[in-house]
């Protein structure tokens, strides 16, 4: 039985994740920032998976230590960390840079980089001292360098998350850990549809065509992902879901494009 840390767990893909690894047989930590959440979840999880596979921890990322403790509770509760997932994240609203309140940038930076760097260091020394394990960053909007208008802080921060872990895949090259990422494409979650509530309405239905044809649900998504990460065994790889040859063809396909993902959630 594996042990799967991931952080930002609560909803969203995080939790999405964390309802297929238990499927697959393996014990699960979540965790959130809110301790409220992150205990309702664990009762939800713990009744269906049994209580045995299932822990929650709150941790806020941007706080090192409350990272540390997240890797410490999960190795005193199951023994080992096989598997840390540097799923936490968040956005800002979707306006130019010019026009963006300036507290939105520091939350986002911080969140999306350093919580990120603190989860590997910590993830990556546990892991050293343990002699295995394996470590997964998600990449997002902005990791291959694409731009969208309104979202230059968010995109940045996930164009660092690519140079970070490719450069922490070739320190970490021979070790005992695998360093990977994640690429999960375009998921429909309450992070995306916040984002889009806060869009113009021109802004709005432009996204929803893209979206309709591109995006995929946290049910479809996260089953591939939770699988193919529990049989790899390949160091610096991307297990993406969403290719460009997929998305090529999806831009061609009528079933795709005449999708309506939206509107049960008002929009």
């Not at 979540?30 to 939800?44: D, M, Y």
């Not at 410490?72 to 936490?88: E, L, P, R, T, Y």
């Not at 690429?183 to 916040?194: A, H, K, M, Q, W």
């Not at 946290?218 to 049989?231: G, I, N």
């Amino acid at each position: 039985m594996k042990t799967v840390v991931i952080t930002g767990s609560t909803r969203g893909i995080g939790h999405g994740l964390a309802v297929e690894f238990l499927k697959r047989g393996s014990a699960v930590v979540i965790s959130g920032r809110n301790k409220a959440a992150v205990e309702k979840e664990l009762q939800k999880l713990a009744q269906a998976y049994g209580r045995d596979r299932v822990a929650g921890i709150p941790c806020e990322v941007t706080d090192l230590a409350q990272v540390q403790a997240l890797w410490d509770g999960a190795k005193k509760i199951f023994g080992n960390v096989d598997i840390w997932i540097n799923n936490a994240g968040i956005t800002h609203t979707t306006k130019l840079f010019a026009e963006l309140d300036p507290k939105e940038i520091s939350p986002v930076i911080n969140t999306n980089i350093t919580g990120l760097a603190y989860g590997c260091r910590v993830a990556l020394q546990g892991m050293n001292e343990q002699g295995s394990g394996q470590i997964y960053n998600f990449e997002g909007h902005g990791s291959d360098g694409r731009k969208r208008a309104g979202l230059l802080i968010y995109g940045t921060t996930k164009r660092a998350v690519r140079y970070f872990t490719e450069a922490l895949i070739e320190e970490t090259e021979g070790g005992p850990v695998l360093v990977c990422y994640l690429s999960p494409g375009i998921v429909v979650t309450d992070f995306l549809i916040e984002d889009m509530r806060k869009m113009s309405p021109d802004q709005l239905e432009t996204t929803k065509a893209v979206y309709n044809c591109l995006a995929d649900t946290v049910e479809t998504v996260t089953p591939f992902l939770a699988d193919e990460v529990l049989k790899n065994t390949v160091h610096g790889i991307e297990i993406a879901w969403l290719t460009d040859e997929k998305a090529n063809e999806r831009f061609n396909s009528d079933e795709y494009c005449s999708r309506d993902l939206f509107s049960r959630h008002g929009l």
